[in-house]
């Protein structure tokens, strides 16, 4: 008797032919390398000029400068970050007192109870947009800080319109000078936002002086060392230029910062872990140490750029001198803004940074105008630019909780006094420039490790080779 072959449960009986599930149990699988969101274009880390340091730290000697201020009817910039930290609560705001020593003739003053007591004088006061804040020609009985807001300063024209000469925001502030002598406001402060401010009356601060004596002390001899007069910038070299006849010429030396700024390298580092027979048994058709080693490289590079932008020793946005920064005048980025950033860096600027939301906030803004920005070739990459310069995007650039953001301009170069990136190569075990992966050994249970470093850093070398633009407002 033949015996009839009956279908298992829930196999169909009309099946003819070897189904997909099975066959792919014989077949060989084309497989990625592993993929990771993290890795950006990093044009920073591409565009930057890499400069070789020998000995670990490099050294930006200068001709020696004043720095005492700004001195012009814009913001009075002197050290740090240009800003003065004002703590919020509630409605209520109160100045930092530490933060006083922004103030030129502050600087180096460590009466913790004396900058207290001057903290407390502060008042404060709230405006609408569109209110006058100080008023050109009058008095300056004021020294103001924004707590909160954006203020515009107006000068009148040479036809008698108003101008806008300046832009100043959170903790920024206006002006020092008024404080230690009798001065009129050259310029309107008005409010182009609602607007907190903390101000210290002149005659509050005089009074404070008379009582503290080590205060006293120290702002008459800032007066007396003639700082606030002497203006900002490099101490000359006499020349004579168009002269006839034999007159006397000129004698001069260039003098140097007794004490320059110093970079030393940052690093980066991990320990990779690969157990051994992960390597030995699973490492076809694909290297596994490798790959792993791969993605910790990406990673350390991307962390690289995030602290070339970020760090607070060395990262361009809290190195970025205060005088070379500028506010947007309506939030959004403008054309209009990023050619006032131009004028900033106008000595051969190379790249302009920015987050690409700000890019595409830019894109909207120009866009209402009727304005198409041209493209450019940066190694076969198409990119944005603006008047020439190309617009890289960076994701490194930070966005605030009210969405806020920077743009960032750079001149970059060592022979065009711009800004570096700083690294050590020969290093032992160099892996990549100024990266080295170490063999560090296996341990008792066969798992080999691996030190992953990368050195770095960045340098400034002159103030005008990099400007930012703030309080970008990117919109959704």
Known sequence: MTETLRPVDGEASSQQSLTTAAARNLATTTKSVPQMQEITSRWLLRVLPWTHVGGGTYRVNQRRSYVVGDGRIAIDYVVGDGRITVDRENAQARVVSGDLRELAFLRDFDDEEALSALAE???????NAGDTIVEWGHAEDRFLVIAHGRVEQRAAGQYGDETVVGVVADGEYFDQWGLLEERIWDFTARAATAVTVLSLRRSDF??????????????????????????????PINLAAG???????????VDYEVSPREYELSVAQTVLKVHTRVADLYNQPMDQVEQQLRLTIEALRERQEHELINNREFGLLHNADPRQRI???????????LDELLAKVWKDPSVILAHPKAIAAFGRECSKRGIYPTSVDINGHHVPSWRGIPVLPCNKIPISDTRTTSILLLRTGE??????????????DEYEPGLSVRFMGINEKAVTSYLVSAYYSAAILVPDALAVLDNVQIGL
């Open 121 to 127: 004088l502060f008042q404060q006061q709230n405006y």
């Open 206 to 235: 005089q009074n404070l002086l008379d009582r503290v004596p080590t205060l006293r002390a120290h702002v008459e001899e800032y007066v007396a060392s003639g700082a606030h007069t002497q203006g900002d910038g490099e101490v």
């Open 243 to 253: 002269h006839t006849g034999e007159v006397d010429l000129p004698e001069t030396f």
């Open 327 to 337: 506010h947007t005048r309506g939030g959004a980025p403008t054309p209009d803004d």
């Open 415 to 428: 022979a065009n006094q711009g800004v570096i990136g700083l690294h050590q190569t020969g290093i032992p």
